[in-house]
């Protein structure tokens, strides 16, 4: 079976394809942290009274995390700037990058907005979220007709 000369020329440059794709896709600098893939790492445990919530964003500042909170949901989002300055004789290069992640957590019990806290450290940003009570709820008997 002969080869044509398109599936050739591919085969030949593909190399260069590739890595074309490969760069137009990469992530930027600013947000390359290899095990993160664009989505905020979390854990989740629950306790009787409380959600406990640890997101790793590790090479964030604190004050580029913010956190919104509703009585069943809560979203962290983190954003990162980087600008790279290279000077030498023959050349200057200057690259800036930005970037924002965000993560929505739906949550099952509702919350007491009010008393969530939250601490960052180390990389870590630990949430404690306070479980609203559950009202009893009161059996009714239905008469059917």
């Known amino acids: 079976m002969k080869k044509s000369k398109k599936s050739s020329l591919l085969e030949e440059n593909w190399p260069f394809v590739h890595n074309q794709f490969r760069e137009f896709f990469k992530v930027p600098e600013a947000l390359e942290i290899p095990y993160l893939s664009m989505r905020i790492p979390i854990d989740i445990s629950k306790t009787d009274e409380e959600y406990i919530i640890k997101a790793d964003l590790p090479g964030f500042e604190k004050d580029n995390i913010n956190l919104k909170v509703t009585e069943n949901s ?49 990389g870590v940003l630990n949430i404690k979220l306070m479980l609203k009570e559950k009202s009893k709820e009161k059996e009714k008997k239905i008469d059917i007709k």
């Open 74 to 122: 809560i979203e962290i989002s983190a954003s990162k700037e980087k600008d790279v300055e290279e000077k030498n004789e023959n050349y200057f290069k200057r690259e800036r990058s930005t970037g924002t992640l965000k993560r929505l957590i739906g949550l099952n019990n509702k919350i007491i907005t009010e008393n969530t806290e939250a601490k960052f450290e180390n």
